[in-house]
């Protein structure tokens, strides 16, 4: 299964990030150069910032979660665990637009 944009998915971050959800954001592509996925993590931690966008209490996450574009980052698809949902299209847009505001686009 190949990750698509709006999905979130479980994913192995190392020792220092943990397995923790986070929604993929890079587009998709049929033939990459690299097997690489954009991804945002999703964290319970709300600190009222520009960088979070509210996606809400999921049936698969235990506590309402936010998407942190200021810890965006790319994986293998080998650290992709397992999807575990998927954004509305008005969470995906809202943080499309919280990357254009982190990267200043």
Do not use: C
């Not at 810890?71 to 992709?80: A, D, E, F, M, P």
């Amino acid at each position: 299964m190949t990750p698509k944009p709006g999905e979130i998915w479980q994913a192995d971050l190392g020792i220092a990030g943990k397995i923790r959800p986070v929604v993929i954001v890079s587009r998709e592509d049929p033939d990459p150069p690299r097997v690489l996925f954009g991804y945002v993590p999703l964290t319970s931690q709300y600190r009222e910032s520009e960088y979070e966008v509210e996606i809400g209490k999921l049936p698969t996450l235990p506590k309402r979660s936010y998407a942190n574009v200021q810890g965006v980052g790319s994986l293998v698809r080998s650290r992709l665990l397992h999807k575990i949902g998927r954004l509305t299209e008005n969470r995906m847009e809202a943080v499309k637009e919280a990357l254009r505001y982190f990267y200043d686009l």
